[in-house]
């Protein structure tokens, strides 16, 4: 939870998992606080957008926006734990820092819903997946970039081999039966952490590319 | 075409493999897109001609190959590099004797020697 205490600045307080509520704004780094304590006094009802907009003021704040309404109690509850996103990617911009530790479904849609083909979707602090996830995410051309990720399983390995663009995953292991489908991929692929491949799986990556 | 496009946005990255048997550089050499292999430190002589495709098999002009890795160069392994029908990336040696500038400058296609220290007047010519 964060709270702003006596100095104005945001403080972090331990919200239990299942009080977390996905659907707020979230933020790592300290916002332009008196700009939004002024935006927010009173009980008004104040959008994602307008708190957007003051945060795009601070360079180095970052802000996940799901476009919905909160009230000042909403926004003070605000856990400072998961959510968080650049505004370089909801910007449509290319994002080399990847906050994000947890995707649900609405920062997915939003991050998909770009049509900016230069975008780099930066996930590196994701450390797993749903199989809707990188299913969705690999319908995108985009450059996608998943260094957290160190394990994925046969269907998301399928879903990968569909990628079209950059893919860059942290596995550090994996089947033969998922680099098969790795090397299915047909843009450009980093698998830097594998450091054991037996020569099936060499044989399977030397068709990547469509080679 | 659709595969000469797709092989111009394709590229392998495997940064993370150190060393490489025979029979795995035969297989890789038949990735025809951009492949990084920057881990490989050192490598047998054998397996790097398996590796560029310049132990007589014939390959057309392919996309590059970087093993940035290596520190060192041998004679045979300069004649394999300079037979290679792609561009090579080999910024981490950094030096070579006379013999293998002249051998390297065989090669037709783009060759990186960045991590080179010093050259010597007979290596420029």
Not at chain 2, 23 to 35: F, N, P, V
């Amino acid at each position: 939870m964060i709270q702003f205490d006596e100095n104005k600045t945001l403080k972090k307080t331990k919200i239990e998992p299942e009080t977390q509520n996905p659907e707020y704004i979230s933020f790592k780094n300290k916002p332009d606080t008196s700009d939004l304590k002024k935006k927010i006094s009173g009980n008004q009802r104040i959008t994602h957008e307008e708190i957007a907009d003051l945060i795009k003021e601070t360079q180095d704040s970052k802000v996940l926006i799901f476009g919905q309404e909160m009230t000042k109690k909403e926004f003070k509850d605000i856990p400072d734990q998961d959510l968080i996103i650049s505004k370089e990617i909801l910007s449509g911009h290319k994002s080399r820092s990847g906050l994000l530790t947890h995707l649900f479904p609405d920062v997915l849609h939003k991050l998909l819903n770009t049509e900016d083909w230069s975008l780099i979707i930066d996930l590196n602090g994701l450390d797993s997946l749903t199989d809707e996830q990188a299913e969705l995410l690999s319908k995108k051309e985009i450059r996608l970039s998943l260094k957290g990720i160190k394990h994925i399983n046969d269907a998301q390995a399928e879903s990968f081999s569909k990628h079209k663009g950059w893919l860059f995953l942290g596995i550090s292991a994996a089947s033969n039966e998922q680099i098969k489908w790795l090397s299915m991929n047909n843009g450009h692929l980093e698998l830097n952490n594998l450091i054991n491949l037996n020569d099936e799986q060499l044989k399977s990556l030397s068709t990547q590319g469509g080679g | 075409m659709a595969k000469a496009f797709s092989g111009h946005l394709s590229k392998l990255y495997l940064d993370g493999i150190t060393s490489l048997s025979v029979t795995q550089a035969e297989w890789l050499s038949k990735h025809d897109y951009g492949l990084s292999l920057n881990g490989i430190k050192s490598i047998t002589n054998e397996a790097l001609q398996k590796l560029l495709g310049s132990d007589g098999d014939e390959y057309e002009t392919r996309e590059p190959i970087f093993i940035n890795g290596l520190t060192s160069c041998s004679d045979e392994q300069a004649e394999a590099i300079s037979k290679c029908q792609r561009d090579v990336f080999i910024n981490g040696v950094t030096s070579i004797t006379d013999k293998q500038a002249e051998i390297l400058s065989h090669h037709k296609e783009i060759l990186t020697l960045g991590g080179l220290t010093s050259l010597t007047d007979k290596q420029i010519y």
